[in-house]
């Protein structure tokens, strides 16, 4: 369990050091974690309304399935 924690802390830093501003903006949004927000910044955006356009994307598509999500899978502990 302290090991996923430690590797989801370091996809999340990687991003930083990697996107800067764009990964926490992606990171800050509900329902996006390191692994989405890693797919959404890896595309080539051509304008930054493309950018917000795929992260709300991603906020719906998260609302949508989380109802369905079993809770012991995918429960992040702090």
Request: no cysteine.
């Amino acid at each position: 369990e302290m090991t996923s924690l430690l590797a989801y802390e370091r996809k999340t830093a990687d991003l930083v050091l990697l996107y800067g501003k764009k990964a926490i903006i992606a990171l800050s949004v509900h329902g996006i974690g390191p692994i989405t927000a890693f797919k959404i910044l890896s595309k080539m955006h051509k304008e930054e309304r493309d950018f917000y356009s795929d992260l709300l994307e991603s906020k719906i598509q998260y609302i949508k399935t989380r109802p369905f999500w079993k809770d012991d899978e995918n429960k992040m502990v702090l």
